[in-house]
């Protein structure tokens, strides 16, 4: 974990390392499903962060790493410690709503991003169920504009992958290379692909070479035979 304080000002990129943006998410996601248990301690945050649904990828971290992704989000002011006189442990909200003036609509989806990973439109409708209604993709995608509109942006649109037809999405709390990774991805997928097309098109050739060569060798076994009985 970083020491210094990060900053997000305008032309800067986010630069949060897999933990904390895990964290995050889960912050996020559990002030919609379990408002009654909310803010989170370390543990319940361990907890949420090894969740085998609903993470990609599955993680299995304890409280020390957990505690430092804590530390250093209160840093950035993305997280805050709520001290209560009857709480017998720390607990912590996510500030996320007031350090980046995001409504209910766009901390959801920012939340299936950063657990799930990229995710396309109707995926991110769906997934986010639990935590906002959207009435249709054209109201996430509208979130999604306004998120990559913002300065710096937060989230952005990834190149298609070969034979896939809709566009995905990914947060950039990680930074803005992350869209250079996936669009070297796409370009090795789509190189990758190009070869076994012209492969396949050149067995199919000879193929039909092949099968027109039987045909002549049959006309000719067949004219031979009733050559027999002229």
Known sequence: MNDTIPTTDAGESFDLDP??????????????VTPDTY???INAIVTGCNQLTGREPVMALDQDPVQ????????????????????RVAKYEHQVRLRHSLPPDAQAVMAVLMLRG?????????????MHA????????????????????????LPRMPGTKEIRYAHLLGGND???RYSASA????????????????????????????????????ERF?????
Not at 118 to 130: V, Y
Not at 195 to 213: C, F, I, K
Not at 226 to 230: E, G, K, L, T, V
Request: proline content about 7%; overall charge negative.
């Open 19 to 32: 933990v904390e943006i895990r964290v995050l998410g889960v912050l996020v996601e559990k002030s919609f």
């Open 39 to 41: 803010p989170l301690s």
């Open 68 to 87: 430092e992704a804590v530390d250093s989000l209160i840093r950035r002011k993305l997280v805050s410690r709520r001290d209560s006189a009857s709480a």
């Open 118 to 130: 990229p995710q396309t439109p109707g995926e991110i409708r769906q997934r986010t169920d639990r």
């Open 134 to 157: 959207f009435a249709d993709i054209m109201a996430v995608e509208a979130v999604l504009e306004h998120l990559a509109d913002k300065y710096p942006p937060m989230v952005a649109p």
């Open 178 to 180: 992350v869209v250079d």
């Open 187 to 222: 370009a090795t997928a789509a190189a990758g692909a190009t070869p076994p097309a012209r492969g396949r098109t050149a067995e199919l050739e000879d193929e039909v070479r092949r099968l027109r060569e039987e045909v002549v060798w049959l006309r000719g076994e067949f």
């Open 226 to 230: 009733r050559a027999q009985f002229d």
